[in-house]
């Protein structure tokens, strides 16, 4: 089972931290300092396996991570996953982002978060893998993206009626009448 996901920069700087067992904020922020010290120090030819620090787990859990260029992907899982299985998701999860950000950056995971965790829950969920097939996850992604365009429709037309009606100057139409245009049939 997948107990977290951390994405950060190579300045620390976390771009991405999903739990999925509960901590406090004070051992996540560890935990994020704690997996980053791990992960930097190694050099880039050696295993992108190794054991959960401390307060993750110790032994019976493994950090998965992948670095590229400005970004360290990591998965922290316990036992019964497949190192190389979770090394192909960090892989889906990244090509993933590349299609639906083109050419994704840093800058992306800052900007569109809430996204990135759209991508992340069709990938994974409650620590579980739902889903491993790029194309699936993108066409799901391409679905609620038709839905918000949808949804942005219909919550702009209240808005567009108001505009009709400031367009129609109906103050000013109501100056310029005059009551012989009226045709009013006034009997006493």
């Known amino acids: 089972m997948i107990k977290a996901i951390l994405v950060f920069n190579n300045s620390a700087k976390p771009r991405l931290i999903k739990f999925y067992e509960h901590y406090t904020e004070e051992i996540q922020q560890q935990i994020v300092r704690e997996t980053y010290q ?13 054991e959960g620090g401390s307060l993750i787990g110790g032994n019976d859990y493994r950090l ?11 998965f922290c899982v316990d036992s019964s996953e497949s190192e190389l299985g ?8 990244v090509e993933t982002l590349d299609k639906c950000f ?5 800058l992306d995971l800052i900007f569109h978060a ?5 991508i992340l829950q069709e990938l994974c969920l409650g620590g579980m893998v739902l889903e491993t097939s790029m194309n699936e996850i993108v066409a799901r992604i391409d679905e609620q ?3 918000e365009k949808q949804e942005a429709g219909i919550s702009a ?3 567009k009626a108001m505009t009709a009606i ?12 005059k009551l012989s245009d009226l045709n009013l049939n006034l009997r006493f």
């Open 64 to 74: 998965i991570y992948r670095h590229y260029a400005t970004l360290y992907f990591i």
């Open 102 to 106: 083109e050419n994704v950056c840093e």
């Open 38 to 50: 791990l992960v930097s120090k190694r050099d880039d030819n050696v295993c992108n396996f190794l």
């Open 166 to 177: 400031k367009e129609m100057n109906l103050p000013q139409k109501i100056k310029d009448m």
């Open 114 to 118: 809430d996204k990135v965790h759209y």
């Open 86 to 93: 979770i090394l192909d998701l960090i892989q889906v999860f």
């Open 157 to 159: 037309a209240p808005n």
């Open 145 to 147: 993206t038709k839905l």
